[in-house]
């Protein structure tokens, strides 16, 4: 599976942007699509995922309430839209395929990675 991100940008604390992840090759092998961020001197953590056949979704505690992942099955997208954001969010931020069902606390991991997409926020 290939994943391409794509949406980054800088915008100003408050405003909104919405990063795509497009999957191509053997999109039926993966079952989930989780966003990642790393921000410069800090580890990479988990910030969304969704589960492509349930739509079971996660959400970091941090963007919980401002930030909303959906999928596009059919043109094998996946979506982060990211609201009020904030100084804070700033990072480069990756797609890639993963595992998670509800009973998990955290999405891990598994497979592809994008080549992941800035997002910076000014206060």
């Known amino acids: 599976v290939q994943l391409q991100a794509s949406g980054g940008g800088l915008v100003e604390s408050g405003d909104s942007l919405r990063l795509s992840c497009a999957a191509s090759g053997a999109t039926s092998e993966y079952y989930a699509i989780a966003w990642f961020r790393q921000a410069p001197g800090k580890e990479r953590e988990g910030v969304s995922c969704i589960n492509l056949s349930d739509g079971a979704t996660y959400y970091e505690d941090s963007v919980k309430g401002r930030f909303t992942i959906s999928r596009d099955n059919d043109n094998h997208t996946v979506y982060l839209q990211m609201n009020s954001l904030r100084p804070e969010d700033t990072a480069v931020y990756y797609c890639?395929?993963?595992?998670?069902?509800?009973?998990?606390?955290?999405?891990?991991?598994?497979?592809?990675w994008g080549q992941g997409t800035l997002v910076t926020v000014s206060s």
């Open positions: 890639a395929t993963a595992i998670y069902t509800n009973l998990m606390s955290e999405p891990i991991p598994f497979g592809s």
